[in-house]
């Protein structure tokens, strides 16, 4: 690299420290951009065999649409539950620790969260297996019995309490940390302004919450959201330890016929899966790949379409 | 509606630091009392102490009395929430939630108050207080758009709106002007002028000017020294403050000897 200044054009000077800087932060890029691409290729080379494979020719016997339907079915209804049961509680943890809680608890609690983040899955998956189910067992029998008549909980309940509705409170409780840490980070950065403008109107904390705070992190707590859900959809270890899969289309949360998640199912056949098995198998990593991204430009699609009222102006 | 303060040996303290000592006032209704002094003087807090904005900041108290027309500000029954619902605010920066429209601006308050409400009633709530604020002439085709789409000037008069639209009984500007143009800052002295009617008006401002023209009363706040709290020199008529104060430090200040 030499510092030969161009005769007609001054650039100014070229200082070492910056070029090298912006060829590693370049290159880093590029090189995300070529392992995504990699990823990309290879599922769709290696995947296509799977989709068009002669059913005789895989282990499931069934050509890909159906081995794959209940499989994505599995996986969006188990992260889903998981979302449902882990937005409000992240968002209500969080606005605890920003706004609610004296500065030292919420520090502390905060700390704690960070560290659930940090539990291998593997242990989510022995607790829910071990502890959890036990303790839904019970809660599912009483949900056949009172609230048998909504389809959900049509029931027969589960005896084990290994059930996609287990499965989803473990992920629930795997994806809380991060959605927490993002909602606390962006409530934290709510402008004080906002804030008071709201309590000189004579707005209560719950009110300011609603009108200062939450729609200013509106776009933070649904990317926490997406951020979740795609960590949801992916999660291998704890699904594949707590369910007993039947490899069926229901929405029955509760008994004992269950759907299983692609990422699941990968890791359960893939080590005794050999030829067009293993084709189909990644080819429902594809499909697991594609369902990833639509969730992630669905997400930005959502939050861009108030980008006016987004207070970034 | 308007009503008159009367605070009588108010300490404000942050934790066991005395910030503003022995302030004795009375604000009368229906006029403009201007606060003036030096930076940190205790004005501004002293304002956020007569809705209790101040307690927002942790281990912030006070010590002695605030009457509103007669009915102690911080009596046991009192509603921080309540006290803020009847005494408005303006804040030294505009700031009208940018999430929201011009329009649900200005009914924000009037959601908190009451859930529900007609159609036709907030329509006219809202084109009520935007005339009375100066605004409506400028946005009313625009009510749907986002607040913070108007410019500074507009903004703050938009939030004047929004105080006043669920009638206040008295309506507190922190430097209301400090961040405008002069020509947005002649507007909302005007409109100062003409809300006198019906509120009861307190502004703390930097410019003596301001304070000379839209007043009734002044109250001149100084610091004793460094490090000591700030105090209530001396109040009165706003041409008697400014001809003839009876303090050498209002005179030295109004004539910008210091400040």
């Known amino acids: 690299m030499t510092t030969t200044p161009t005769p007609r054009r001054p650039r100014g000077v070229r200082r070492a420290g910056d070029q090298v800087f912006r060829g590693l932060s370049t290159g880093a890029s590029l090189l995300i951009l070529l392992v995504l691409a990699g990823v990309a290729v290879f599922l769709t080379v290696e995947g296509i065999p799977g989709i068009t494979a002669d059913p005789q020719d895989v282990k499931s016997g069934e050509s890909f649409l159906p081995f794959v339907a209940p499989l994505v079915f599995g996986t969006l209804l188990s992260a889903l539950l998981a979302l449902i049961i882990s937005l409000p509680l992240s968002v209500g943890v969080a606005l605890f620790i920003s706004h609610y809680a004296p500065r030292r608890l919420g520090a502390a609690l905060g700390y704690v969260i960070d560290l659930l983040a940090a539990v291998p899955s593997v242990v989510y998956g022995a607790w829910g297996i071990a502890v959890l189910a036990g303790w839904l067992a019970p809660a599912y029998a009483w949900l056949e019995t009172h609230l048998g008549f909504i389809p959900l909980f049509a029931g027969p309940a589960s005896a084990t309490g290994r059930t996609i509705m287990t499965v989803g409170v473990v992920l629930a409780l795997m994806i809380l940390p991060i959605m927490t840490a993002i909602c606390r980070e962006i409530f934290l950065q709510t402008p004080r302004l906002h804030q008071e403008a709201a309590l000189a109107l004579g707005a209560t904390r719950w009110e300011v919450a609603r009108m200062a705070i939450f729609p200013y992190a509106r776009s933070g707590i649904v990317s926490a959201a997406m951020l979740g859900l795609g960590r949801a959809l992916g999660e291998t270890m704890a699904v594949a330890m707590v369910l007993s899969a039947s490899g069926v289309v229901t929405f029955n949360l509760i008994s004992s016929t269950n759907p299983s998640t692609i990422a699941a199912n990968i890791a359960l056949s893939f080590g005794e899966a050999s030829g067009l098995t293993v084709n189909a198998l990644i080819a429902s990593g594809l499909v697991l790949f594609v369902i990833t991204f639509v969730v992630n430009f669905t997400a930005r699609a959502i939050v861009d379409r108030r980008k006016d009222f987004s207070g970034a102006n | ?259």
């Open chain 2, 1 to 259: 509606m308007a009503k008159s303060i009367d605070v009588s040996d108010l300490n404000i303290y942050y934790g066991d630091f005395l910030a503003v000592e022995d302030v004795t006032i009375d604000i009368p209704a229906r006029s403009v009392t201007a606060f003036i002094g030096p930076s940190g003087c205790g004005k501004s807090t002293f304002l956020r102490s007569l809705n209790r904005m101040h307690e927002v900041i942790p281990n912030a108290r006070v010590e002695g009395k605030v009457l509103i027309d007669g009915q102690d500000l911080y009596g046991d029954e009192m509603d921080p929430v309540n006290v803020r619902r009847t005494i408005g605010m303006v804040f030294q920066r505009p700031n009208p939630f940018p999430t929201m429209s011009i329009y649900d601006n200005v009914i924000a308050g009037q959601k908190l108050n009451s859930k529900r409400m007609k159609k036709a009633d907030s329509d006219a709530i809202v084109e009520r207080s935007l005339r009375r604020a100066g605004l409506w002439a400028e946005v009313k085709d625009r009510l749907n758009r986002p607040g913070s789409s108007l410019s500074g000037g507009q903004q703050q008069r938009l939030c004047i709106a929004r105080a006043i639209s669920v009638e206040p009984e008295v309506l507190l500007m922190d430097e209301p002007c400090s961040a405008l143009d002069p020509i947005s800052t002649s507007a909302i002295e005007d409109l100062i002028h003409e809300l006198k009617s019906e509120y009861t008006i307190v502004i703390v401002t930097h410019n003596m000017q301001q304070a000379a023209r839209v007043s009734d009363d002044t109250a001149f706040f100084n610091l004793s020294g460094v490090g000591k709290p700030g105090r209530l020199v001396e109040t009165g008529r706003t041409e008697k403050i400014f001809s003839n104060p009876e303090d050498p430090a209002t005179e030295a200040y109004i004539q910008g000897r210091f400040g």
